[in-house]
Nanobody
Framework: VQLVESGGGLVQAGGSLRLSCVVS?????MAWFRQVIGKEREFVAA????????VYADSVKGRFTVSRDNVDNTVYLQMNSLKPEDTAVYYC???????????????????????WGQGTQVTVSS
């Protein structure tokens, strides 16, 4: 699977951004992670390939929404009420083996995913 993210940028606290991830190929699970320099990659959200079930990190629940468009094969991360602590490089990820269920705690681990995009920077100013 090949993944290409876009949509990052600079936004003030309280603002919104929508990240896009164009997917070439098939994944059983799709996820978003984020990473700050010097820290481990952090789980943000994941969903099934069909987009019918979703899970979120507690830190973004109620503010972020993951979705997909089956027509143009794009996965989105809508981010609202952004906070300075949301500043990070955001990565789209795909899991292609089909070995994991969405509700498993394993799907929050970066090493489960075998397809990654290049990342897009999100900066939230206070």
């Amino acid at each position: 699977v090949q993944l290409v993210e876009s949509g990052g940028g600079l936004v003030q606290a309280g603002g919104s951004l929508r990240l896009s991830c164009v997917v070439s190929g098939r994944s059983f699970l799709m996820a978003w992670f984020r990473q700050v320099i010097g820290k481990e990659r952090e789980f943000v959200a994941a969903m099934t390939w069909r987009g019918d079930r979703k899970v979120y990190a507690d830190s973004v629940k109620g503010r972020f929404t993951v979705s997909r468009d089956n027509v143009d094969n794009t996965v989105y991360l809508q981010m609202n009420s952004l906070k300075p602590e949301d500043t990070a490089v955001y990565y789209c990820a795909g899991e292609t083996s089909g070995s994991y269920t969405l509700t498993s705690s394993l799907t929050r681990r970066a090493d489960v995913y075998d397809g990654w995009g290049q990342g897009t920077q999100v900066t939230v100013s206070s």
